[in-house]
């Protein structure tokens, strides 16, 4: 029998967020959580998607082009679906996706299924895509069977990443650097991520709402000024000169693009220089043209912010990933992370009577670097990448 299993990681996005859809900046790190995908040729000619996460089972036939239906395998059917779209029909195969990515937390678990998924399937077709097709594919699955408008960021991370890397990712044309995480002063800090519990969706309406205030407010710029790409070149001064065209919801969105973009450039010169200070400085801005400009925070996040900056050993903090909910990402100091994250908790719970979930993140590879690890140590005939 034909098997292979692969995985690929969530993330956490350091800074630039929502730029992923405006041609702009962004620089997120994969964490420790992954999603497996199992795949295994099926004698019954059927496609069967099942998980021990998800209560539901989808078994479908090859020739099968139904809709969505608005649960989890939406999403590895979004995938092989657009492997159809590509003229590459796999032969039935059972594909089981577990995974420990918390759900509905920014934290990517969507893309991290779609991304094994994308792999399991190369595997078992034995096809091989580059890293930026492989994103491609995801996102569209994402945007056209799942229906989530989302930009290009997390299946870019999911695919890309490199153990103790952040990745600067340019998403006009997916070209990256890999950053290290370990210069300097900031080898002594740590990534944490604190979990509001409030659930955040890109499926639900607020963030293609912000996407779509953005894009009328680009289309605006790019009219007065057809040199412009998109908001990733634009500056304050151009869009302050067509102000007056667009609504104040436009303006504000596309002033946290521009502003994200040079807060990006800002990190990236932090990271190069080894500052922890400096970086967390960055980042607690980003979070009020976040909270005050794209209007994606709510109030516990900014609660779990506001607390995070008077605590002990914290360079820096912000909402990170879609918002509307979801987590933080907060700079700390190695020695003082714990504590850190103890108080947070405490604070979060006596005022919300809710529990913050807190992970010390490690920066682990992508599902590339996992695949091409493994692909030398091939188990008896199980393959896993
Ligand atoms: C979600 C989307 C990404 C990106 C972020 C905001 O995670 O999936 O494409 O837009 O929100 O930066």
């Given at each position: 029998m034909t098997a292979f299993r692969c995985s690929a990681p969530g993330r956490v996005n350091l800074i630039g967020e929502h730029t992923d859809y405006t041609g702009g900046f962004v620089m997120p790190v994969a964490v420790q959580f992954a999603t497996t995908a199992r795949i295994s040729s099926a004698a019954d000619g059927m496609y069967r998607f099942a998980s021990d996460q998800f209560d539901t089972i989808r078994v479908m036939a090859p020739e099968d082009r139904s809709p969505r239906k608005g649960e989890w395998s939406d999403y590895p059917v979004g995938?092989?679906?657009?492997?159809?779209?590509?003229?590459?029909?796999?032969?039935?195969?059972?594909?089981t996706v577990n995974g420990n990515v918390p759900l509905g937390a920014g934290l990517s678990s969507s893309a991290s299924i779609e991304v094994a998924t994308a792999m399991a399937l190369l595997a078992y077709c034995g096809k091989s895509m580059g890293p930026g097709e492989i994103a491609r594919l995801c996102q569209r699955a994402e945007n056209r069977y799942v229906g989530s408008p989302c930009g290009i960021m997390d299946q870019s991370i999911a695919v890309s990443a490199l153990a103790?890397?952040?990745?600067?990712?340019?998403?006009?044309?997916?070209?990256?650097?890999?950053?290290?995480?370990?210069?300097?002063?900031?080898?002594?800090?740590?990534i944490v991520v604190a979990n509001s519990g409030v659930k955040h969706s890109i499926a639900g309406g607020d963030y293609g709402l912000r996407r779509r205030e953005v894009e009328a407010g680009q289309a605006i710029v790019r009219q007065r000024f057809p040199q412009l790409r998109d908001l990733g070149d634009a500056t304050l001064e151009q869009l302050e000169q067509c102000?007056?065209?667009?609504?104040?919801e436009s303006f504000k969105r596309c002033r946290h693009i521009i502003t994200e973009n040079a807060r990006v450039a800002r990190a990236k010169a932090a990271m190069l220089a080894g500052d922890p200070v400096q970086l967390g400085t960055v980042l607690t801005a980003?979070?009020?043209?976040?909270?005050?400009?794209?209007e994606c925070s709510v109030e516990e996040v900014d609660f779990l912010v506001?607390?995070?900056?008077?605590?002990?050993?914290?360079?820096?903090?912000?909402?990170?990933?879609?918002g509307f909910g979801g987590c933080t990402v907060n700079l700390?100091?190695?020695g003082k992370a714990e504590a850190f994250g103890a108080a947070l908790k405490e604070a979060y719970r006596q005022r919300y009577q809710l529990e913050a979930e807190i992970y010390v993140c490690e920066a682990v590879d992508g599902a590339i670097a996992r695949n091409l690890a493994i692909m030398t140590s091939a188990e008896k005939g199980i393959a896993t990448c």
């Open positions: 995938v092989l679906r657009e492997f159809q779209e590509l003229g590459i029909c796999p032969s039935p195969f059972d594909l103790g890397k952040a990745l600067l990712l340019n998403t006009r044309d997916l070209s990256f650097e890999l950053l290290p995480l370990d210069r300097g002063n900031l080898a002594e800090s740590r102000r007056s065209e667009m609504s104040v980003a979070h009020a043209s976040e909270r005050d400009d794209f506001a607390t995070a900056a008077q605590l002990d050993g914290c360079y820096g903090a912000r909402l990170t990933g879609g700390v100091s190695a």
